[in-house]
Every structure is written in structure tokens, then in C-alpha cells.
């Protein structure tokens, strides 16, 4: 129903049902636009005051065969009336464009669970490129699944008949046709979708036209085709008051080093060499021109990683990105500033491996190759956010340390945080940290390698300051002067330094904070993008009165200070990591403990269901043997 300024009122027959939050997952071939649909839909429930959570599934095949099982794209998105902290264990709804989708996406959709179709896609030659000996639609494979079957490919062909375009041009439009049946579905507006529209394709009104008319006449058909007695409404949630926007972690990344350069007046340098998950960082900071960021996309990884060195000599925050493979390519040059002791910061985005592995999916497999991975004695501070939000928080946090401590620190993400959204509060500028930068200026009292007695950070002279001159380079330095010295008490001493340095970083960051009690049957402990299934498990275990507590390590290297008191609280230890057991490796060594890992290697994030279940095991085992 349209009013009359042109604005789609909400629907006003039928049953309207309240639910507290829903889990929608848009499928597709990687054309038809899954991304984009489930990124409009979620940025309209953030806009009205839903919390969300997002992951999306690219194929890994840059140009898979249209209609094939390894080309199927998928987007999820959580909207809720309450506080959420992942996208959800499965779909309530799956939308499957083709074949290939249903296929894919089926098994994670929970018997009861609602599948939209698009019926005109199930043709015999792409059910056959899907591996369909029958059609799924006819031969009881949805048994048990409340199925909805809409004709979306003709309906989008017919509703654009008239609009000049062209045939693939109008298949192209059919995501918003399925959009707009969800945005009835669950009584969301079209305005902000129409606004993007609008601002998307002004160069081609056309298109603009073509997507804003399928939009409307999804949502049409919804309220005119009686296949859905019921439509839903999810209240928005009880946020803390504030100016929200939804981001990605690679979009709070980019924002985080962009404000680190505002608050320490440096300039911001950007060397990279696209890589996937990690390209989103270079692409968002090439928009900040205006505020002095530099961008640089280098022909390889050394080169990038060299020209963040150069900058940081110069005075700049010297910054590079990459993922696991750039990482292994990056290692000798990390040493070198290791060595000179520079400020740079490394962005790591990890993703499945190893070697190129699954360069879509995401994994937590590179701690032990951030914290060991060079040669010799190279010790580096490491940061990790825990969602997508705080990537713009850690981001600052590493060049502080950098800057404070005169040491390079990896921030380490990885492709499930950087891809996926969620509100976040845009922040005061009064409650961002406090950075300076203090340059030596002085000959008097200039040494290159003399060392501030809290941190043992030495100073940092521009290169060209009168006075101030003084070698750089991999070979070992002498104690205060920095010439290259071979003397092996002061190479002792050197690596003892640096070492040293690294561990008084303890001494500047937070404390380990306990949710839940301060001392019990069990603890979880996670890094990284483990934190939302991790602490929602340990919350659905404590309702049903079990004693086990949260908490989460945003600091890998060095870890905070309270780590070992905290973990001595402990009857046992769970460590949940995308990986084989690489912090628990650490926790065991470091700390004499048994800890116990729940791992996974999967591609995926966790469930909040497998780490609960764990949970169970581990406290049922306590009973038992108590």
C-alpha cells in the first residue's frame, strides 16, 4: 500500500507476529547479488534501531561456473530486539535463487525453518549443475520445511518490461525483487534502499529506475499474493543512547589507523599489495586523500611492507596489511624493523591455509606465525579486536603501542571480523586515547640506541635533523651508539633488550577481565572472532545454572599481566580457536596448565552451539569426578 507522499505503508491484513529475532539467509549464484541484498537489508535494520550481526560467504573461485555449487554466494544477517553478538547458528529463513543455493545452504537450515524459491531457476539444466538427480521442489527433499515458491526471475522480467533495458541487464535486478519481499516480510521500509539507489546509480538513471521499480514490486507481491498469512515485526533493540552506523571490521580498521593519525598529528602511509580478506583496508583508506593519507598499492608484498618501513623512518605512521601468505613474505622485512626498532603496525586479516588454502574463508591458523614467524630472536607486540566494532578500537590501540614502545605490532584480525557488521557507536572525540609523539631534536643528548628507563623505547630522530644522524639497517647494533657491532655480549644483550621491551608492554594495557564469577568450575578462554559464540555458549550456560565464566584475550603478545592469576582460579580451561591449538600451545607452555582445546578448521566460525555443548562435557566430566 503506497500513502500518499509515495512512501509503501506497512502492510495491514493479516496476522502480525512479534519475535524477539530472526535469522535470514540470502543465497545466489555470485551474480545475483546476495551480497547486496542482504547489505541493504542490513543496514535498514540497523537504521530502525534493530541490533545485527552479519557474515557473509563468498565462493573462493573468482569465476565459477554460473549455477554451480562452488559458485554460490550467501549472506547472513541477525536483527534482534536484544543485544546479539553473532549472526546466528542457522537461518530461519533461507532465500535460495537457484539450485546451487538450496543445495549448499540447506543442511544449515533447521527442520520447521521457511525456504523462499525461485522456481523459475529449477530448470533441468541447472538442476544438473547443482547434482539434483530430481527436482528438490517435487521429490519430498523439503519435506518438513515450510516452502514458499515464487516465480522471482519472471516477475522481476515483467515488472521491468518496459524499462529500455536489456535482458541481462533486468536479471540482474532480481536481488531487489527478493528484497523487497523480505522488507514486507518483516515490515521494513524501503526508503533507505531507495535513497541508495538512487545515490548508487545516478550516473544511470535507467538502472536506478529498473532496481527502485523490482524493489516496490517485491514488496507488492508480498501484500497482494496470500503466500504468507503471517508477517513478522522485530522490535529495535534497547541500545545505549548514541549516533550508530553499521561497519565492518575492515571499515572500523581503516578507521581506526585514519584516527590514529588524526590524534597523533603524523601523516598516515599505507603500503599493501591487495590480497584477499584484507584489499577492503587499502580501498577504504584510498578514500581519505583529504585527510593525509597516503596509499601506495605495491607489486608485491616485500615492497609494501619495505615502503612502511621508509615511512616510518620519515616520521610517519608507517602501516602495511596483508593475510596469511603476505605475512610469510613480509617476515624478513618485520625483522628489519625489528632490528631498527620502527613503529610500523602490520594489519593481518587471517584466512584459511595454508599456502593460498581457501582464500575466502576464515581462520585463526597464524598466531604462531605472528609470534615466531621470523628468524632469530624478533619479538613483536600483537593486538587482536574481538569483533567487528572494535577493530576501530584495536586499531588505535596498536599504533599506540608502536608509537609508545617503539616496537612493531601485528593487528590481528581475521576474514570472519573483517566481513562481517554490526552497530557501532560512533565515538566522542573527547573519549579517544590521548597519543603523542615526541621526535629527538637534541645532539646534545642524542644516542640512537639509548633507551627510556620505563619502556626501553629509544628515540626517534627524522631523518635530516641537523645533528642527528646515525646508521640503520639489519646488521646487529652497538648498546647507545647503534654502530654495527659483532661483539657477542652485546648481541646478548641486544636481543635481551628487545625482548625485554616487548614484555613491559604488560605494563601498559588492561588488565584480564572475568565475566561471570572470579573463580569457578570452568573458564573459556578465546582470542579473536571466537568471542561472540564463546561468550553467547557461557551465557546460555549460566542461566541453566552451571559455573563457568568468560573471558577474552584482546592481547596475545604480551599477554596481560593477570593471565596466570586468573587462569589459577580455574578448575579447568577451554580454548576455543579456529585452528589446531595454537593459544592453547601458548597457555600450556606459559602458565603449567591442562587447558583443554575445542577446535575447528572448517572454513566457518563457530556455533554457539558447539562450544556449549563442550561446556556441558567439560562440567558434567567435573561432576562426575567430584
Known amino acids: 500500500m503506497t500513502t500518499k507522499d509515495g512512501r509503501i505503508a506497512p502492510p495491514r491484513n493479516g496476522e502480525t507476529q512479534e519475535l524477539d529475532r530472526v535469522t535470514i539467509r540470502f543465497a545466489g549464484d555470485s551474480g545475483d547479488g546476495s551480497q547486496v541484498a542482504g547489505l541493504q537489508f542490513t543496514n535498514t535494520a540497523a537504521l530502525i534501531g534493530n541490533d545485527i550481526s552479519t557474515v557473509p560467504d563468498f565462493p573462493a573461485e573468482i569465476r565459477a561456473p554460473a549455477g554451480s555449487l562452488p559458485g554460490v554466494s550467501s549472506f547472513q544477517v541477525s536483527f534482534s530486539s536484544y543485544d546479539i553478538h553473532t549472526p546466528g547458528d542457522a537461518p530461519d529463513v533461507l532465500v535460495a535463487m537457484n539450485p546451487a543455493a538450496l543445495k549448499t545452504n540447506l543442511p544449515d537450515l533447521p527442520k520447521g525453518g521457511t525456504v523462499i524459491v525461485n522456481t523459475d531457476e529449477f530448470t533441468d539444466a541447472n538442476l544438473r549443475k547443482a547434482a539434483y538427480q530430481a527436482n528438490p521442489l517435487e521429490d519430498g527433499t523439503l519435506s518438513g520445511y515450510r516452502v514458499i515458491e515464487v516465480p522471482i526471475t519472471s516477475m522481476n522480467a515483467r515488472a521491468l518490461k518496459d524499462s529500455g533495458l536489456n535482458t541481462k541487464q533486468i536479471d540482474r535486478s532480481k536481488n531487489f525483487f527478493a528484497l523487497g519481499l523480505m522488507f514486507w516480510l518483516y515490515e521494513r521500509p524501503l526508503e533507505p534502499t531507495l535513497r541508495w539507489i538512487d545515490q548508487k546509480f545516478s550516473k544511470n538513471p535507467a538502472v536506478s529506475t529498473a532496481n527502485a521499480d523490482t524493489l516496490k514490486a517485491g514488496y507488492h507481491f508480498g501484500e497482494t499474493a496470500e503466500l504468507f498469512p503471517v508477517h513478522y515485526r522485530v522490535p529495535k533493540a534497547d541500545l545505549a543512547p548514541g549516533r550508530y552506523r553499521s561497519i565492518t571490521g575492515n571499515e572500523a580498521t581503516a578507521l581506526g589507523f585514519l584516527a590514529a593519525s588524526r590524534l597523533t598529528g603524523r601523516p598516515l602511509f599505507y603500503g599493501s599489495y591487495p590480497i584477499t ?77 595454508p599456502s593460498t588454502g581457501m582464500p575466502t574463508k576464515t581462520e585463526q591458523a597464524d598466531l604462531l606465525q605472528a609470534m615466531f614467524g621470523r628468524n632469530g630472536e624478533c619479538p613483536v607486540a600483537i593486538v587482536a579486536p574481538a569483533t567487528p566494532a572494535e577493530c576501530f578500537d584495536m586499531a588505535i590501540e596498536a599504533f599506540r603501542i608502536a608509537l609508545r614502545h617503539m616496537v612493531p605490532t601485528i593487528f590481528l584480525s581475521d576474514g570472519y571480523l573483517g566481513t562481517s557488521s554490526e552497530p557501532w557507536r560512533l565515538p566522542s572525540v573527547a573519549d579517544l586515547p590521548t597519543m603523542r609523539v615526541d621526535f629527538a631534536t637534541d645532539p646534545k643528548t642524542f644516542h640512537p640506541y639509548s633507551r627510556d628507563p620505563e619502556t626501553l623505547a629509544r628515540p626517534w630522530a627524522i631523518p635530516g635533523t641537523p645533528g642527528l644522524e646515525h646508521r640503520i639497517g639489519g646488521l646487529e647494533k652497538a648498546d647507545i651508539t647503534g654502530n654495527v657491532n659483532y661483539d657477542a655480549e652485546n648481541h646478548d644483550r641486544m636481543v635481551r633488550f628487545r625482548a625485554e621491551k616487548v614484555a613491559r608492554i604488560a ?25 561472540g559464540p564463546a561468550l553467547s555458549a557461557v551465557q546460555r550456560a549460566r542461566t541453566r545454572g552451571l559455573s563457568v565464566s568468560h573471558a577474552h584475550l584482546r592481547y596475545l603478545n604480551p599477554f596481560p599481566a593477570n593471565l596466570g592469576e586468573v587462569i589459577s582460579r580455574f578448575d579447568r580451561i577451554l580454548i576455543p580457536e579456529m585452528n589446531l591449538g595454537q593459544l592453547l600451545m601458548l597457555v600450556r607452555a606459559r602458565y603449567l596448565v591442562d587447558a583443554v582445546g575445542l577446535n575447528q578448521v572448517t572454513g566457518r566460525p563457530f556455533k554457539i552451539a558447539q562450544i556449549e555443548q563442550k561446556v556441558n562435557e567439560l562440567v558434567r566430566s567435573k561432576v562426575t569426578v567430584g
Not at 605494563?507 to 568471542?531: C, H, Q, R
Open 277 to 353: 580478506p584484507a584489499s577492503d583496508i587499502l580501498q577504504e583508506l584510498a578514500r581519505f586523500k583529504n585527510f593525509g593519507v597516503k596509499t601506495f598499492q605495491a607489486e608485491d608484498e616485500i615492497s609494501a611492507i619495505g615502503s612502511a618501513i621508509g615511512a616510518a623512518f620519515g616520521g610517519c605512521l608507517g602501516l602495511t596489511g596483508t593475510s596469511g601468505p603476505g605475512l610469510a613474505l613480509k617476515s624478513e622485512s618485520l625483522g628489519l624493523a625489528v632490528m631498527v626498532e620502527l613503529p610500523i603496525v602490520v594489519a593481518m586479516i587471517q584466512r584459511s591455509g
Open 507 to 531: 605494563n601498559d594495557i588492561p588488565d584480564l577481565k572475568v565475566i561471570g564469577e572470579e573463580e569457578g568450575s570452568l573458564l573459556v578462554l578465546g582470542w579473536g572472532s571466537t568471542y
